[in-house]
């Protein structure tokens, strides 16, 4: 079984600055891989940034970063110069492949709120 | 072009009676994957489509809820005799296959959800 722990509900962030959301993570699987999603008060789920087990360097997506320590099972998702656009929920999520079953376990997720 | 599309965006509904939850996935995506989220929690899996045939349905909660997958696209989940513990937002995502054992994993692209509140 697949377990995300998300140990920070809630972080207040000045703008501009960086900020890292902690995410560990458990499985028994040699393949998997870590995704971080945000969620804004309207709902939807948007794809930030995906780390496969093999990948040796972090994964970067313009603003967004995966601070990826395997031996410590944990991703950390880091944001620079935050924004106030980037006020939302945010959740990590992990796949491992079960035939091409990816499906996803989550995290309860960090609500993130960027002060102006 | 065209995300995942749900449909309907709310629905309310009275304790016992039937609904029926719609997704349309992206074009070409042969996995389908429907989640509930209850109020301010995560994503929980419920089903698992490949093309037509759901290989995992281990999360459904119990047999009240059912999915079924037409054509490889269109996929509709049904929850029969309501209750109120039903009630959360429903996700459906779509996405390329992984490959056995895959090194590289796919992002799933999710749709708005459903909101179902059962009164």
């Known amino acids: 079984a697949q377990k995300i722990t998300q140990t920070q509900p809630g972080m207040f962030v000045q703008e501009k600055e960086a900020v890292t959301l902690d995410c560990t993570y458990d499985t028994s699987d040699q393949s998997y891989g870590l995704f971080w999603y945000k969620q804004p008060s309207s709902g939807e789920m948007i794809f930030l940034i995906y780390q496969g087990s093999y990948d040796e360097q972090n994964a970067t997506e313009g603003r967004y970063s995966l601070n990826f320590q395997k031996a410590r099972k944990s991703a950390n998702l880091v944001i620079s110069a935050s924004q106030l656009g980037d006020s939302a929920m945010y959740f990590c999520?992990?796949?491992?492949?079960?035939?091409?079953?990816?499906?996803?376990?989550f995290g309860t997720g960090t609500r993130l709120t960027i002060i102006p | 072009g065209a995300g995942v599309s749900q449909s309907p965006s709310n629905k309310v509904t009275e304790k016992g009676k039937d609904v029926e939850l719609r997704c349309d996935p992206i074009s070409g995506h042969t996995a389908l994957y429907w989640y509930r989220q209850s109020l301010g929690q995560g994503l929980e899996f419920l089903i698992y489509?490949?093309?037509?045939?759901?290989?995992?349905k281990s999360g459904l909660p119990s047999d009240r809820f059912s999915a079924e997958r037409t054509g490889g696209s269109v996929s509709t989940l049904t929850i029969q005799r309501t209750q109120q513990e039903d009630s959360a937002v429903y996700l459906c995502?779509?996405?390329?296959?992984?490959?056995?054992?895959?090194?590289?994993?796919?992002?799933?692209?999710f749709g708005p959800g459903t909101r179902l509140t059962v009164t």
């Open positions: 489509f490949q093309g037509n045939s759901a290989p995992d």
């Open positions: 999520a992990m796949s491992g492949s079960n035939f091409g079953n990816e499906k996803l376990t």
């Open positions: 995502a779509s996405s390329l296959a992984g490959g056995q054992g895959a090194a590289n994993f796919y992002e799933q692209y």
